[in-house]
């Protein structure tokens, strides 16, 4: 361990440079972020698109720069005959890389956690944990492409040789812009579907920093590490995988147990919001309390001529515990036929985050962090949240007569280096489609805002079978929908 | 008898170019061994597969008894390594340089450091990317006998160093390393020839000889035969005969086992109108030419 500390003094004393850019642009995005976040969209070119980006290339810069200090790449390295205990030289630089990458991302962290208001104490865990995963991810780059590279130029082309081989071999947008979005953006590799895919190169990672400090094979670890870029964008895009994540994430989930059917007893309505379309009570069971299923599928339909019409679209709803199917046939298919819809379904997890009351002033979620219904040219909501380690917050209005959840619309900008913040919600107004009527619900005092955290605990496959459906397209008009109150709301 | 370094039909190939083949090298304790070839004869590839630098493809090395590729850190607080090819810290001060290795060793010695810096003459306050070759090369060799290593091993240290650097390091390797096992590889013979106990000639990755100094220096000499009437070179000339140059009175070659009993019979045999014969010692870097041609010659 001295040797240890001894070889991160000498990598501090030699890049005090770089850690201190590092450390200034850590600084700047914790202090000034926020405030200018407000008054962007979240593109590339703004404030929080470059400093973010700049902050994961000076991170990924000073990772190498460490590796390359000792590096195990070079034909004749200096450290290689001298008394090195390599598993010292790997620790130091494993130091060097916690000390000027982890901690200043956590100490960012907690500094916009106290700027928007939320409880450094109570999101502690989910702060140090998904710490701890984005400095993987600002580190192990930085350390297996390092171990294989001699200098930053070497560096520099490996980076980019590994971009353009996840292009190749991916749909799903690996890269640097896997850091820049939130807990609930499509890059939280906790909450991603294909977090298995990535194991390759972790896998990869791992194994040629160990294989080139004690036996330096160069060429053989870069091989592993292509091969481990490879794997994992063909990985990405493969269903079964994002299948396999999901029950790692979530072993003591069990689709055997869960009941779902159309329920044939109850009316079908038509669906208010297009009435090509048709609502289909569905009956549940097997789930818990807090758990709800959502899918999609696209079913066959089969007449009485046993003619079929491929494309209804068929999406599982659910409002207060009551599950319906809405079903969008394909048009000019008969009233009375069959419905064979093969689904996937996700279940999810619902948690109470908070609740709130609908008024113009600062509106504190506890630990969770804050809300306010702004006015521009259309009142709308927007909330500085603390997201979980997994899952998404969600919000909904509700009053009586009106329940919306919505996960969150246009975003009004993203904290891509904060562990935990994100704002969300932004724009939501009346004249939005699915937006919520603010306006309105400001002039009542029975609105409430709810908070809820949602996640993803399994997904399965099922199919769903409606023999002898009706579904009277003539009938499908607009019709008023029956309200349902929102949770502790007297019933009208 | 025990070796500081023993190389035991040692192989190393890269890709198509065989840089060693079924190498045999012993360095006894105490020896000065040069191990001396042409640019490209695997002097370097030797040295870095007894440093654990490069894996053998076959054979073995032992350094001190031990394999080399169970060389590790704790092995190198005895060595001491310098290299004209080795990347050195440049960013370090040639202070920072001793202070920064000294934890690594229980037996630096800081006098001894600091004699040799002052020795040297080196700026302690100045980058080791601002120092001359031969600055960076004694910066090295102090950074490598300030904990009096048993074993110092130097691969090509004068390459490119002036006469006077040359004269410094030499000195100064002499001074502080008495006792040590020194190998030092070079192509620059006349050098080595001074202080050098024992020689290794390596061409194309094979070992042509290896002994020590005085026995090498007794087996070559180059003899001059002074002949009363013009004659042509025989035949049958001995295979260990080097470099024969003849004119009409006088024939001139190298001969590599030389003994000083037998030489005027073996010359009276081939060449019997000898009026004269003489043989003079030759120095290191003659010997080195004369294998190095003939090599070539055959090749």
């Given at each position: 361990?001295?040797?240890?500390?001894?070889?991160?003094?000498?990598?501090?004393?030699?890049?005090?440079?770089?850690?201190?850019?590092?450390?200034?642009?850590?600084?700047?995005?914790?202090?000034?972020?926020?405030?200018?976040?407000?008054?962007?969209?979240?593109?590339?070119?703004?404030?929080?698109?470059?400093?973010?980006?700049?902050?994961?290339?000076?991170?990924?810069?000073?990772?190498?720069?460490?590796?390359?200090?000792?590096?195990?790449?070079?034909?004749?390295?200096?450290?290689?005959?001298?008394?090195?205990?390599?598993?010292?030289?790997?620790?130091?630089?494993?130091?060097?890389?916690?000390?000027?990458?982890?901690?200043?991302?956590?100490?960012?962290?907690?500094?916009?956690?106290?700027?928007?208001?939320?409880?450094?104490?109570?999101?502690?865990?989910?702060?140090?944990?998904?710490?701890?995963?984005?400095?993987?991810?600002?580190?192990?780059?930085?350390?297996?492409?390092?171990?294989?590279?001699?200098?930053?130029?070497?560096?520099?082309?490996?980076?980019?040789?590994?971009?353009?081989?996840?292009?190749?071999?991916?749909?799903?947008?690996?890269?640097?812009?896997?850091?820049?979005?939130?807990?609930?953006?499509?890059?939280?590799?906790?909450?991603?579907?294909?977090?298995?895919?990535?194991?390759?190169?972790?896998?990869?990672?791992?194994?040629?920093l160990g294989m080139q400090f004690a036996n330096r094979h160069t060429m053989r670890s870069r091989g592993y590490v292509a091969a481990g870029v490879l794997l994992s964008g063909l990985l990405a895009s493969s269903d079964g995988v994002a299948s396999f994540s999901r029950r790692v994430a979530h072993p003591g989930f069990d689709s055997q147990k869960i009941h779902l059917d159309f329920d044939r007893s109850k009316p079908i309505q038509a669906d208010e919001q297009n009435e090509s379309c048709a609502?289909?009570?569905?009956?549940?069971?097997?789930?818990?309390?807090?758990?709800?299923?959502?899918?999609?599928?696209?079913?066959?339909?089969?007449?009485?001529?046993?003619?079929?019409?491929?494309?209804?679209?068929?999406?599982?709803?659910?409002?207060?515990?009551?599950?319906?199917?809405?079903?969008?046939?394909?048009?000019?298919?008969?009233?009375?036929?069959?419905?064979?819809?093969?689904?996937?379904?996700?279940?999810?997890?619902?948690?109470?985050?908070?609740?709130?009351?609908?008024?113009?002033?600062?509106?504190?979620?506890?630990?969770?962090?804050?809300?306010?219904?702004?006015?521009?040219?259309?009142?709308?909501?927007?909330?500085?949240?603390?997201?979980?380690?997994?899952?998404?917050?969600?919000?909904?209005?509700?009053?009586?007569?009106?329940?919306?959840?919505?996960?969150?619309?246009?975003?009004?900008?993203?904290?891509?280096?904060?562990?935990?913040?994100?704002?969300?919600?932004?724009?939501?107004?009346?004249?939005?489609?699915?937006?919520?009527?603010?306006?309105?619900?400001?002039?009542?005092?029975?609105?409430?805002?709810?908070?809820?955290?949602?996640?993803?605990?399994?997904?399965?496959?099922?199919?769903?079978?409606?023999?002898?459906?009706?579904?009277?397209?003539?009938?499908?008009?607009?019709?008023?929908?029956?309200?349902?109150?929102?949770?502790?709301?007297?019933?009208? | 008898?025990?070796?500081?370094?023993?190389?035991?039909?040692?192989?190393?190939?890269?890709?198509?170019?065989?840089?060693?083949?079924?190498?045999?090298?012993?360095?006894?304790?105490?020896?000065?061994?040069?191990?001396?070839?042409?640019?490209?004869?695997?002097?370097?590839?030797?040295?870095?597969?007894?440093?654990?630098?490069?894996?053998?493809?076959?054979?073995?090395?032992?350094?001190?008894?031990?394999?080399?590729?169970?060389?590790?850190?704790?092995?190198?607080?005895?060595?001491?390594?310098?290299?004209?090819?080795?990347?050195?810290p440049e960013w370090m001060t040639v202070d920072y340089l001793m202070r920064y290795l000294k934890p690594f060793y229980p037996a630096w010695d800081d006098a001894m450091a600091s004699g040799l810096l002052r020795k040297f003459a080196l700026p302690r306050d100045r980058k080791l990317s601002q120092l001359s070759r031969g600055m960076r090369m004694k910066t090295a060799l102090a950074s490598?006998?300030?904990?009096?290593?048993?074993?110092?091993?130097?691969?090509?240290?004068?390459?490119?160093?002036?006469?006077?650097?040359?004269?410094?390091?030499?000195?100064?390797?002499?001074?502080?390393?008495?006792?040590?096992?020194?190998?030092?590889?070079?192509?620059?013979?006349?050098?080595?020839?001074?202080?050098?106990?024992?020689?290794?000639?390596?061409?194309?990755?094979?070992?042509?000889?290896?002994?020590?100094?005085?026995?090498?220096?007794?087996?070559?000499?180059?003899?001059?035969?002074?002949?009363?009437?013009?004659?042509?070179?025989?035949?049958?000339?001995?295979?260990?005969?080097?470099?024969?140059?003849?004119?009409?009175?006088?024939?001139?070659?190298?001969?590599?086992?030389?003994?000083?009993?037998?030489?005027?019979?073996?010359?009276?045999?081939?060449?019997?109108?000898?009026?004269?014969?003489?043989?003079?010692?030759?120095?290191?870097?003659?010997?080195?030419?004369?294998?190095?041609?003939?090599?070539?010659?055959?090749?």
């Amino acid at each position: 361990m001295t040797q240890a500390v001894h070889i991160f003094e000498k990598d501090a004393r030699r890049l005090w440079l770089q850690i201190a850019a590092v450390a200034v642009l850590f600084a700047a995005y914790a202090f000034l972020s926020p405030e200018t976040a407000l008054n962007n969209n979240g593109a590339l070119l703004d404030w929080n698109g470059i400093p973010a980006a700049l902050v994961v290339l000076a991170c990924w810069t000073l990772g190498a720069s460490a590796i390359h200090e000792d590096s195990p790449a070079e034909e004749s390295p200096f450290w290689l005959t001298r008394p090195y205990d390599r598993v010292s030289l790997v620790a130091a630089k494993i130091l060097f890389l916690f000390a000027f990458v982890f901690v200043p991302l956590l100490l960012a962290g907690v500094v916009l956690e106290m700027r928007a208001g939320a409880s450094v104490f109570a999101n502690a865990g989910a702060l140090i944990g998904l710490c701890l995963v984005r400095s993987l991810w600002l580190i192990l780059p930085a350390l297996s492409l390092g171990v294989v590279t001699r200098g930053l130029l070497d560096f520099s082309g490996a980076v980019l040789l590994g971009w353009v081989l996840l292009l190749l071999t991916t749909d799903r947008g690996f890269g640097i812009g896997t850091f820049l979005y939130g807990p609930d953006g499509p890059g939280n590799p906790l909450r991603n579907a294909s977090i298995a895919s990535v194991a390759p190169m972790i896998v990869a990672g791992i194994v040629v920093l160990g294989m080139q400090f004690a036996n330096r094979h160069t060429m053989r670890s870069r091989g592993y590490v292509a091969a481990g870029v490879l794997l994992s964008g063909l990985l990405a895009s493969s269903d079964g995988v994002a299948s396999f994540s999901r029950r790692v994430a979530h072993p003591g989930f069990d689709s055997q147990k869960i009941h779902l059917d159309f329920d044939r007893s109850k009316p079908i309505q038509a669906d208010e919001q297009n009435e090509s379309c048709a609502d289909v009570p569905l009956q549940v069971g097997g789930l818990a309390e807090n758990m709800v299923i959502r899918g999609t599928g696209i079913a066959d339909e089969t007449n009485a001529y046993f003619s079929t019409f491929r494309g209804a679209h068929v999406e599982i709803q659910e409002t207060e515990n009551q599950y319906r199917a809405r079903i969008c046939p394909v048009p000019f298919t008969p009233n009375h036929l069959t419905l064979h819809a093969p689904l996937t379904l996700e279940v999810i997890e619902v948690s109470a985050v908070a609740t709130l009351p609908v008024n113009r002033s600062m509106l504190d979620a506890g630990g969770a962090g804050r809300c306010e219904i702004r006015e521009d040219v259309t009142s709308y909501l927007r909330c500085t949240l603390t997201e979980p380690v997994s899952g998404v917050t969600i919000a909904g209005l509700e009053y009586p007569g009106y329940q919306n959840f919505a996960r969150g619309f246009g975003d009004a900008g993203t904290f891509p280096l904060s562990p935990v913040l994100r704002q969300k919600f932004d724009g939501v107004s009346k004249d939005m489609p699915g937006g919520w009527p603010l306006d309105d619900a400001l002039r009542r005092n029975d609105a409430r805002l709810v908070l809820r955290n949602e996640r993803i605990i399994g997904a399965f496959p099922r199919t769903l079978i409606y023999e002898g459906l009706n579904l009277p397209r003539e009938r499908f008009r607009l019709r008023p929908k029956p309200v349902s109150p929102g949770p502790g709301m007297p019933k009208q | 008898m025990s070796y500081a370094i023993r190389c035991l039909e040692l192989s190393k190939k890269f890709r198509r170019v065989q840089a060693l083949e079924r190498l045999n090298l012993d360095v006894p304790e105490g020896a000065v061994y040069a191990l001396i070839g042409a640019n490209g004869a695997g002097k370097t590839t030797a040295i870095r597969t007894m440093m654990n630098i490069y894996e053998p493809d076959a054979g073995l090395v032992e350094i001190a008894g031990r394999d080399s590729r169970q060389l590790c850190g704790r092995d190198f607080r005895r060595i001491g390594y310098v290299s004209e090819n080795q990347k050195m810290p440049e960013w370090m001060t040639v202070d920072y340089l001793m202070r920064y290795l000294k934890p690594f060793y229980p037996a630096w010695d800081d006098a001894m450091a600091s004699g040799l810096l002052r020795k040297f003459a080196l700026p302690r306050d100045r980058k080791l990317s601002q120092l001359s070759r031969g600055m960076r090369m004694k910066t090295a060799l102090a950074s490598s006998l300030a904990y009096h290593p048993p074993l110092v091993i130097l691969d090509e240290p004068f390459t490119g160093l002036d006469p006077l650097v040359r004269d410094e390091f030499i000195e100064g390797l002499i001074e502080s390393a008495e006792g040590t096992t020194i190998l030092i590889s070079s192509h620059d013979m006349a050098e080595i020839e001074s202080f050098a106990s024992h020689a290794g000639y390596l061409e194309n990755g094979r070992m042509q000889f290896s002994e020590e100094m005085a026995s090498l220096s007794a087996r070559f000499r180059e003899v001059e035969v002074t002949l009363g009437a013009p004659s042509e070179v025989p035949r049958n000339w001995p295979a260990d005969w080097l470099r024969p140059e003849t004119t009409p009175a006088v024939v001139r070659f190298v001969d590599t086992h030389f003994d000083e009993e037998t030489i005027g019979e073996r010359v009276r045999n081939m060449f019997p109108r000898m009026t004269d014969l003489s043989a003079r010692a030759m120095p290191l870097r003659e010997i080195f030419v004369t294998l190095a041609r003939e090599q070539r010659r055959a090749a």
